[in-house]
């Protein structure tokens, strides 16, 4: 018989979330599919089963190596799972840091003059 976990359990034992709580809620606002399929918190995963977690802008997708309960450090989480992200959704990311202005540090909050120009730029 196949081992299976639930989803909610997985999610936190790989580290895709910082606590079993917020993967439980993620599945409950429905950014966890299995297979293309919505997952409840108590759906269970086994193995080769994909997994897609939508943290906007990129939806990140995952195969399921060996489905386990208890989290595991940071460096042996590739024993179970597999990143299969596709390239153009980490693009996303990069298009994002475009989108914000870039300040200085330290230089405080801007003005309400430089508010506004910034308000204008990204209206544009």
Do not use: H
């Amino acid at each position: 018989m196949a081992k299976t976990v639930r989803i909610d359990k997985y999610l936190w034992a790989v580290r895709l979330y910082k606590t079993r709580t917020l993967a439980t809620e993620a599945c409950k606002k429905g950014k966890i599919t299995v297979d293309d399929i919505p997952a409840k918190p108590s759906r269970t995963v086994t193995i080769g089963d994909v997994i897609k977690v939508k943290k906007m802008p990129v939806v990140y997708s995952y195969r399921v190596k060996d489905p386990i309960e208890k989290r595991v450090g940071a460096k042996i989480v590739d024993q179970y799972v597999d990143n299969i992200t596709s390239q153009e959704e980490l693009q996303k990311l990069d298009m994002q840091d475009d989108f914000f202005i870039k300040r200085d540090r330290g230089a405080g909050r801007p003005t309400k003059k430089e508010r506004r120009l910034l308000d204008d730029l990204q209206d544009t």
